[in-house]
Every structure is written in C-alpha cells, then in structure tokens.
C-alpha cells in the first residue's frame, strides 16, 4: 500500500497557504544534502539551509510586508547556529526567520519528510526511502520533461549485445534495458501529455505576449526533446533500432541464450522457479521490441502537436503585425517630429488621442455583394485517352508488382526443382539462377524465420506444410551472390509435383 512506504501526513505540507514556501524549501533540502551525493548533515546544517531558502523566498511567507535584508547563519558543532551580524540587516526579521526555520525543520520531521538519527552523542539528518523517491520526483518535474532517445537506445544496444556475447552474466542487464525501455515509453506519453497542455496554454493566453511565453518557455524549453532534431541523421543511435530488433530475435531463437537467461534470472531472485523465471525473461524482451515497435507512432503524434503550436505562432506573429503594423507606419512621421522638438527642449503638450478613431459600421466597410453563380449546362465530358508510351508504362508496372507479388504455388515449384522426394536439403543448397528464384526463396526465408508476423508469411507455410516441412538450426549460414543470411532445412514428405500456370490451365 502506498502509506505504508509514506507517512500518512506527508501530504499535509502542501495542503496550507505556504505550500508554495514548504515547495521552495524541501526542494532547496534535497538539492543540497540528498540528490547526489552520500551526505549525513547535522541538525544544524539543515536548519541552516532552510534559512538560507526562506531568504531566497521571502516573498511567499512576507507577503503583506516590504522585502527585507535576513542575517547569514554560520553552522558551528552539530546543532548550535550563530548568526553573522550585518549593519543593513533587520535583525528583527533575521530572529523571526530563524524561529519559521526551525518550526519548518519540525514540520519536515513530523510529516515524514525528514528522520533524525542518533550515532551516540552526533545527530544526524537523514530522508527516508518513499521520502526520497518522492522527493526525486518533485525535483524532476521543476527540470522539465527533456530526455535524450539516443542515450536509451545506445544502453538498450549494448546490454542486448552483451546477452548475446554471453547470456549468463548479462542477464540483469537485459532486465534493466527492459525497464529503461518501458520508462521511456512512460516518459514519450508524458511528452504528449504536457503538449496537450501547452496547446491549451497557448489557446486560453489572452495577449501575444502570453503566448510567445508559452511557446518558447513551456515548449521549446521544457517539452521537446532534446535530440529531436537529430533523431532522422544517419549519425544518431536510433539508427540502431532494426539492429536491436535483431538481436532480440536471435536470442528467442537461441534456446541455449534463453536458457542461460532464465537461469540467471532465478538465481536473482526475479522469478519462483524456472518456468516463471523463462516468462519474464520473454516478457522483458517483448517489452523492449513492443517499447521501439511504437516509438515511431508517437514520435509522429509529437510531430502533429509541434506542426500545429509552430502554426499557430506564424499565425499570432502574422496578425499581431497587421493588428499594429498600419498604426506605426502612420505614426513614424510624427514620431520623427516630436523627437526632433524635444531635442530641441520646446515644451509639448498634446491633448486627445494622436489619431482619429474609425467607427466601426460604415458603409465602405461592408463585403461586396457575391457575384451570380454560373448555371449548370449539360456537355459532353471529353476523356483524354491514353498515349502508347503511357499504356506500355502501366503495362510495365502491372507486371513489375506482379512479379514482386510471390504466390505460394511459385516457391513451392521452386522447392519441388531442388529438393528431391522423401529428401532433405539446406537452405544453403537451394541454387538462385535468376530474380524470380531469389523472391521465391526471400519469401520463404522471411516465413520460416517469422521476421515479419504478418498474415503472408502464415498463408504460404500453410500451403506448403502438405509437402514440405521446414527446420532452423544454430549456426547454419546462407551465403551466396544473392543473399547472406541464417540457414534452415527443408525436408520433402511428398512426390507431389505442382503444374506450371499454363499447364493449369
């Protein structure tokens, strides 16, 4: 359950008017002690730091009062704080700010935020562990939503390479690129999220300047990914997606790799037993190939969101300058003039406005009438008919697709001329004469190794699977003039001999 990792007041700090306060400090607290590094402070570090925030961020809690100059703390022992007197400083002030620190340091204690541990006489601070991913959070959404794909997709590689190279002892690495891969679909669903908002943001603003600000700010700054731009170069590692997509089959196919990954993976304790350990070790890798399977998809509904804001800022720049464009080029000239009289240090007075007001209902501001719509004549539709050339085209591209349209009746008279009955043969054996063999045996090659999943694939195997049955074994190889490629064995169970068309017919 959710409080038990948190406290059940933990909450409660944001819920009163200082929330924007209690925001500034505890972000300030985990930024200083927590984020990165393995501090341990004391009482009085802490206090201290709270301090220093509440006088970056007076104006939340000194709302109805002048800004004020607050003393420095100096941080001596463990717990005692001495205050740094100055001459422009209100010491008044500095004694209240020092109370608010130390009742904001109580209330991080009593809300969960912050625990105090005592090593004999030292005490230390220190934030608990729901605390402190709630706290990582927090600070990550003040940094905004950029990201980098290409770091993913390079930590993705390289762990799938490794398990390839040696499954045992990179097993845990592929269950991290896993959970990489399905925080970054997370984070690209996020990204659609505050595009949606920020289109919003952009419709509701009420002037140009709100607009701009959205725009630039919460768009280009905040959203958009960093590497965006670079994402279709030939240099950017997401180039290395259909490699991923790869691997990803080669190890499936290994039974030897997948066996050494589940066993990896019982023994880090990710699964009950074998059998469970076997299905997360499929379904980590079935994260990762369904993660890049559909980044394409959202990546194309970013690029909607982004064509639609960048269309609407042309358009706000566009009529902004038509709304004020014609009034500065009338009133350049008389700009022009009255720079020119103050310079010359002559007294100016100007009563009513610089220019006339237009109304708005005026008979020279009304549309013109349409003109009369042309009557509908019946006629005879001349029809262009086609060129020789233009027919011999269409005809060439008829028999181009048809030609690439490869029919199960064509691989298997493809089989049925190399592999003898009751025979079998490698795939490496299967002679390529001409373009017509090399589409039969791609088309094969592409069903029996299930690269693409799709209903093709399935309709040949199944018109071939009364002759023929099909093998794939490690390590066999294809490797010739027409294709380089993994092997497998096709065994005839028949004698069956299919006519050619014309014979058929």
């Given amino acids: 359950m959710l409080f038990r990792a948190l406290n059940a007041d933990i909450f409660t700090l944001f819920a009163g008017g200082n929330r924007r306060l209690y925001e500034a400090v505890l972000l300030d607290v985990y930024d200083e002690f927590f984020r990165a590094e393995m501090l341990f402070p004391a009482q009085g570090e802490v206090v201290s730091a709270i301090y220093s925030s509440l ?5 939340h809690w000194r709302d109805d009062e002048a800004e004020v100059v607050l003393d420095t703390l100096s941080v001596r022992g463990s717990r005692r704080l001495r205050r740094r007197r100055s001459e422009t400083a209100d010491a008044e002030a500095s004694g209240e700010a020092m109370a608010r620190a130390r009742h904001i340091y109580n209330r991080l204690l009593q809300t969960g935020w912050l625990d105090e541990n005592r090593y004999g006489l030292k005490v230390t601070v220190d934030m608990p562990a729901g605390a402190l991913r709630l706290a990582e959070f ?5 940094q905004g939503v950029s990201e980098q794909v290409g770091g993913l997709v390079v930590q993705v590689k390289n762990a799938l390479d490794a398990a390839r190279v040696n499954a045992r002892d990179s097993a845990l690495g592929v269950n991290k690129a896993a959970k990489d891969a399905a925080a970054f679909g997370r984070y690209l669903r996020s990204v659609l999220s505050a595009l949606r908002d920020v289109d919003r943001q952009v419709m509701g603003s009420q002037s140009v300047e709100e607009r701009l600000k959205y725009y630039f700010h919460d768009f280009v700054e905040q959203v958009l990914l960093r590497d965006y731009a ?9 180039r290395f997606r259909h490699h991923i997509f790869e691997t990803i089959q080669a190890i499936e196919d290994s039974a030897m790799d997948m066996d050494s990954l589940a066993e990896a993976y019982f023994e880090a304790r990710l699964g009950q037993d074998i059998r469970d350990a076997s299905a997360v070790v499929q379904d980590d890798l079935l994260t990762i190939r369904t993660v890049f399977d559909r980044i394409e998809d959202a990546f194309r509904r970013i690029q909607q969101h982004r064509g639609r804001l960048e269309t609407r800022l042309r358009n706000t720049v566009r009529y902004a300058g038509r709304q004020t464009g014609g009034f500065l080029q009338r009133s350049e000239r008389v700009v022009i003039l009255l720079d020119r009289m103050l310079q010359t240090s002559v007294a100016i007075e100007a009563k009513g406005p610089m220019e006339a007001q237009r109304e708005f209902l005026s008979p020279f501001l009304l549309a013109r009438p349409r003109s009369a719509r042309p009557a509908v004549v019946s ?3 001349d029809l262009q008919s086609l060129t020789p050339l233009q027919m011999y085209r269409r005809d060439l591209q008829r028999r181009y697709l048809d030609r690439l349209n490869v029919r199960p009746a064509q691989v298997q008279r493809f089989l049925e001329r190399r592999v003898l009955p009751l025979t079998s043969q490698a795939a490496s054996d299967l ?7 090399f589409l039969a045996f791609e088309a094969l090659r592409v ?3 299930g690269a693409d999943g ?7 195997l199944t018109a071939l699977s009364q002759d023929f049955e099909f093998e794939t074994r490690e390590g066999d190889l294809v490797d010739n003039e027409w294709i380089a490629c993994r092997g497998f064995i096709v065994r005839r169970k028949t004698d069956a001999i299919t006519l050619e068309r014309s014979h058929a017919d």
Avoid at 431 to 437: A, K, P, S, V
Avoid at 454 to 460: E, I, M, P
């Fill in 55 to 59: 006088a970056r961020n007076a104006e």
């Fill in 138 to 142: 927090l600070w990550s959404l003040t």
């Fill in 230 to 238: 670079d994402i279709s170069t030939t240099s950017h590692p997401y």
């Fill in 379 to 381: 006629g005879v539709l």
């Fill in 431 to 437: 002679h390529i004469g001409d373009l017509d063999d």
């Fill in 447 to 449: 069903a029996v190794a």
């Fill in 454 to 460: 799709g209903q093709s694939a399935k309709r040949l």
